[in-house]
């Protein structure tokens, strides 16, 4: 049977089986691949022969785990990174030359931000930001040297969301490559390459994995990009090692089920706090009162498991509200079937000054929930608690 359903190719998309006929894949724990005589080794190390050669190359788990995201973002080819910040350096700079220039959103990962402003000057690869909650600038700062536009959606820490068909029409217009970063919503959610993304990259290690376990990162996209980007990975060797690929590849088959239920808690908190005396403001995709919610409606299946609130009192509230929770983890990981909760102005963004934070749209007060799989009222019972003292 041949299925386009997500649950079905997520599930039943599978290497070839060995000998010993198992149901599941096995773990392909090995450094290297033996060759039958010296002609198959010769055509398989000039590419005319498609063969496991070396895991920095290549793996039967990293090969399986590939396929699965690419079928699931719509992508002709993929590879996949030890990290998601792998995939982020390594897609970029395959890509990359001195004097080119990227255009991109604001609001980036952090350390997608360092790469940007401290380590890509020093190749002369410069970057101009704009605002997502203004994409009107973004064409202004388009010059003869950008190569890339590039953008979160949702964006961490402050779950704004930007028009992903706009940012298609406008790389097509001035022949750039647009890269999304994918991570908080999943291909399960949105699939950018339908908007026009050339490339989709995630931190495979958040939802994908969605239980805290391993790192790992992936690209999908156009053949000839990633072509480029699986020879650079190949010389620099940051590939994907082959359990955590296993790893990955047999948490993608429960990818639907696991993000319905982060999903359908998400908005139950969001609408309960929307409510909180303690509270100014809280973001959620799917909340009428987000700000890009039609844009939210109009790409994305679900609204995601990340919850921005703002709670009265700013920094010293944060940090108070971080000290009172019981039940909730404080991590700077997300995805996990563990309720998660950060205030980033006192921690992961608490080297900025304020007005940088205030740049990226981190705000004093700003809590980011990454809701998990436990009971709702166990998590809504937890948060208010905390909220209250």
């Not at 647009?178 to 939802?207: E, M, R, W």
Request: glycine share 6%; aromatic share 8%.
């Amino acid at each position: 049977m041949d299925s386009k359903n997500f649950e079905t190719e997520a599930i039943r998309t599978q290497i070839e089986r060995s000998q010993f006929q198992e149901h599941t894949t096995p773990m392909y724990v090995t450094s290297s691949f033996v060759f039958d005589d010296a002609e198959d080794m010769r055509a398989s190390f000039t590419e005319e022969k498609i063969k496991n050669i070396y895991s920095r190359y290549s793996n039967p788990n990293t090969s399986e785990f590939v396929e699965k995201v690419m079928k699931m973002e719509g992508a002709e080819d993929g590879y996949a990174f030890a990290s998601g910040m792998a995939a982020i350096y390594s897609t970029f700079a395959a890509l990359l030359s001195s004097g080119d220039h990227i255009v991109s959103a604001r609001s980036i990962f952090g350390s997608t931000h360092t790469l940007f402003t401290k380590y890509f000057p020093k190749w002369n690869i410069s970057t101009s930001y704009f605002d997502i909650n203004n994409p009107d600038e973004i064409e202004a700062l388009i010059t003869p040297s950008t190569k890339i536009l590039y953008a979160e959606s949702p964006t961490n820490p402050g779950v704004d969301i930007i028009d992903l068909e706009l940012l298609g029409a406008i790389a097509k217009k001035h022949n750039l490559l647009l890269i999304i970063d994918n991570c908080f919503a999943t291909p399960y959610i949105q699939q950018p390459i339908k908007y026009g993304a050339d490339l989709v990259v995630h931190s495979a290690t958040k939802l994908m994995d969605g239980q805290g376990r391993v790192l790992g990162g992936v690209t999908v996209g156009k053949a000839d990009l990633i072509r480029e980007i699986y020879l650079f990975a190949r010389n620099t060797g940051p590939s994907l090692a082959p359990f955590n690929a296993w790893t990955l590849s047999k948490s993608l088959e429960t990818l639907a089920v696991r993000v319905d239920r982060h999903c359908e808690n998400a908005l139950k908190i969001a609408e309960v706090l929307e409510n909180n005396e303690f509270i100014s403001k809280v973001k959620y995709p799917f909340l009428k009162s987000h700000p890009q919610y039609e844009i939210a409606k109009k790409q994305m299946k679900l609204g995601g498991n990340i919850i921005a609130i703002e709670v009265k009192g700013g920094i010293e509230a944060g940090r108070k509200f971080l000290n009172s929770i019981k039940m909730c983890s404080l991590s700077a990981n997300l995805g996990d079937t563990r309720t998660i909760v950060t205030h980033p102005a006192s921690t992961t963004h608490s080297k900025l000054s304020e007005d940088e934070q205030l740049e990226v749209g981190i705000t004093p007060g700003l809590v980011r929930i990454s809701v998990g799989l436990e009971n709702v009222n166990d998590v809504i019972e937890d948060i208010t608690q905390a909220l209250k003292s």
